[in-house]
């Protein structure tokens, strides 16, 4: 059998008042990444032949964010907010090219999987006209509910509008539809919007599309599958979903958590064989670690790759940019942006490495800083292999740090520093023999004079 063809459209134009929050509902963030991006992402692993967005008017921003997750994505503007078909019918155009399967996915359900997507397009495949996720929450209060009668759907019944007997169903409307593209605009374009707000709603597409003799089907998925965010106490309670699916992933991959409710991920963490990953530790988004690597507690991560074998922490910060090669040592109090720190070089406490690349095997002593900021303008600086920094010294950008030179502990360098040289940059010490106690001569007869004056 030919494989059918396509068509996600998602529903991203709601405002999400609750949110309390000026930010667009679907651009708020589970696991590192956006509502929206999360389903576009699942999206994108079933491979459909288009994918149409459906935004509010003025929300460039989101038509920003639908382009980067899914860079063929296109965006359709619902300029009225006339309920759900007519978000749906925003996207006519895309309606009308044609597709064998019409998905409709609403933008806020981040946890929604591939494979939920598949199981929702699988009875079109065997002659449904209209296919509706459903599923059973532990309290079904305020959704509305799927009636059946022999595994067909009868309707859908909001909560508001249902009797106690159909109160009493405990299956429930997730609002995501698989239309059979061939009949798709047919009922679409039958939905009134004769009800209390005066709207167009989705739900009205079943006894539209049985009225028209047609097959209707409800799809049973999980829970966690289908929860809509319109609050942050619901944001939260998806980021707990998020992390623990992300830490059994990491478990199952073989990655050893510590202690694995206290670690974080972001939603494209990866990780090699045989990683360490200590207590408290927060991946951000955009981080890779290598094999054999260890992470160590209460250490943060985001926009760095780290190497095989490198060890990072505790209570190390590695931002966007960062670049660890193999075997590197970043230690407890270091902070590395916008740097690469290649084989073997380590930094083992208490530095700020930024806008920098250290060399293979060079030494960065504690209190080190690169000065690559002067208020107006990021500068470099380069260490060479096997360079030695001592401690407590500042690198004031732009510099360079010949391989195999050593920079005298208390140093500000503010010059080029050639290969295998020593360079100094602090004022010469001053030894004056006996000032001590005569310090403590001078104070002590200073005491002595007050007290008498007392």
Not at 43 to 52: F, K, L, N
Not at 136 to 149: E, I, M, Q
Not at 270 to 278: A, Y
Not at 279 to 302: E, K, M, Q, W
Request: aromatic fraction near 4%; glycine fraction near 12%.
């Amino acid at each position: 059998m030919a494989a059918r063809s396509c068509l996600a459209i998602v529903l991203a134009a709601g405002e999400g008042t609750r949110m309390r929050s000026a930010r667009p509902k679907v651009l708020h963030e589970v696991a590192g990444r956006s509502l929206l991006a999360h389903v576009l992402t699942a999206i994108a692993g079933i491979e459909p032949s288009a994918t149409a967005v459906v935004i509010g008017s003025g929300q460039d921003d989101v038509a920003a964010e639908a382009g980067r997750a899914l860079p063929h994505a296109i965006c359709f503007v619902q300029r009225e907010r006339r309920g759900t078909a007519h978000a749906v019918l925003a996207a006519r155009a895309a309606i009308e090219r044609g597709a064998d399967d019409i998905l409709v996915i609403y933008g806020d359900t981040p946890l929604i999987r591939p494979a939920t997507l598949q199981l929702l397009r699988a009875p079109l495949a065997k002659g449904a006209a209209l296919a509706v996720m459903g599923f059973r929450p532990t309290d079904p209060s305020g959704y509305g509910r799927l009636v059946t009668k022999n595994g067909r759907l009868l309707r859908i019944v909001e909560h508001a509008d249902a009797v106690p007997q159909e109160r009493a169903i405990d299956l429930c409307n997730a609002g995501a539809m698989a239309f059979d593209g061939n009949g798709a605009l047919a009922i679409l374009e039958r939905i009134g919007n004769r009800n209390r707000k005066s709207e167009f709603y989705l739900t009205d597409a079943v006894e539209i599309a049985r009225g028209m003799n047609k097959t209707v089907v409800a799809v049973e998925v999980e829970e966690d599958d289908v929860r809509g965010i319109n609050s942050k106490k619901e944001l939260a309670e998806a980021e707990a979903v998020a992390q623990q699916r992300l830490r059994r992933a990491a478990l199952d991959a073989g990655v050893t958590l510590v202690a694995p409710e206290t670690v974080f991920l972001s939603a494209d963490t990866t990780f090699g064989k045989d990683v360490v990953v200590e207590p408290y530790v927060v991946f951000g988004a955009n981080v890779s670690v290598g094999d054999g690597a260890v992470i160590r507690a209460f250490s943060h991560l985001a926009g760095a790759a780290v190497g095989k074998g490198a060890s990072v922490g505790p209570f190390a910060r590695l931002r966007p940019g960062t670049r660890l090669g193999d075997g590197a040592r970043i230690g407890n109090f270091v902070e590395i942006k916008e740097a690469k720190i290649e084989a073997g070089a380590k930094a083992n406490h208490l530095s700020y490495i930024g806008d920098a690349v250290v060399g293979a095997g060079a030494n960065i002593g504690a209190g080190t800083i690169t000065c690559n900021y002067d208020g107006y303008a990021k500068h470099h600086t380069a260490i060479g292999e096997n360079a030695f920094i001592g401690s407590n010294s500042a690198l004031v950008a732009p510099v360079a740090i010949g391989a195999g030179a050593y920079v005298g502990s208390g140093s500000v360098i503010t010059a080029d520093v050639p290969a295998d040289a020593l360079a100094l940059g602090r004022g010469r010490q001053v030894v004056k023999e006996g000032w001590a106690s005569r310090l403590r001569a001078l104070k002590s007869i200073g005491r002595k004079k007050a007290h008498a004056g007392d």
